[in-house]
């Protein structure tokens, strides 16, 4: 736990596995499970499927005990988590139907997850993005239903890109409710040519995280909606370190010119977390985006993850208003404005 004298230390960036989901998914759809499973093994190649496995395995106890997560977090001074599904729950394949009975499970089960420990877990849902005509529904479900503080959402699904207009009910009304949409890539669109040396998720996540935030900055999705609070895995992938080439394009080509400002200035309207493993990146963060919109994750409890969340900010050497934010309040802040259930 934090020091006394400190303001809770937040962690917005954790995972939860929910077995009876996954089981019922299977009853109901096994070819469906099926093919997924040929996919990530496709875009993963063998050699990672054969370590992935084991991993998770051996997390299982700290994905789904609340005891074996309180603890851990514990271990990390870590005294708040915002828990979301893990990204194999996200189901992008699934039928109208059972892509909103989806959401709706995930959404009883992470809300029951949480409620073990309310003073300590935050929780988020899940959306079907891959049917943007009943996102709304879902969200509501989330969010009033559930009293969870938003939803997770990949960077797309199917053919819906975070672009697609039929998303704007969706981001109107997670603005309205204030609602946090935290952007959490699963997959890869580059598949084969990832599939090894376990690029499919050092390369493909921030890939998919810089896409992803594109889709929404150049399409004016940020200009519609400005109280939007989108909070990104991965320090939002590569895009932060590349914007100058999206602020050329913005200025050199017609195409681009869809948002109204540079690209760069929104950087300082998402949130990105801490999830970079190089101090190097979190200070830039910082200085691309502003304190107030840098956040801690640990993507608890992979391996790709922060084993020492904490520590890790903290050997970014930033001045100790900018820690005490990343720390807590910046996720306090997003909390704040959210409509209750």
Known sequence: ????????????????L???LHAEVERRAPEGVAEAAALDLRRNGAESQAVSGPMVGARVPKLTSVAERLAAMDAQSVDRQWVSASPNHFYPWAPEGLGVWIASEANRLIAEHVAQAPDRLVG???VPLQHPSRILECLDDAVLGRGLAGVEISSFAG??????????PFWA???????IVFLHP?????????????????????AENAVALSHLIFSGVLDRHPGLKVVTAHGGGYLPFAIGRSDRAWRVRPEARRCEHLPS?????LWFDTVVHD???????????GGTQVVLGSDFPFDMGLDDPVGFVRGADLPAELTARIFSGNAEALLQTKVRA
């Open 1 to 16: 736990m934090s020091d006394a004298t400190t303001a809770p230390i937040t962690d917005v960036h954790a995972h939860v």
């Open 18 to 20: 929910l077995p009876s």
């Open 124 to 126: 988020l849902g899940l």
């Open 159 to 168: 053919d819906v890109e975070l672009s697609d207009e039929r998303l704007e």
């Open 173 to 179: 009304r997670a603005e309205e409710l204030g609602s």
């Open 186 to 206: 699963f997959g890869c669109s580059l598949d084969e040519r990832l599939d090894r040396f376990y690029l499919a998720n050092t390369v493909g996540q921030p």
């Open 265 to 269: 200035t929104y950087l300082r309207r």
């Open 279 to 289: 101090p190097v990146a979190v200070r830039h963060l910082v200085e691309v985006a």
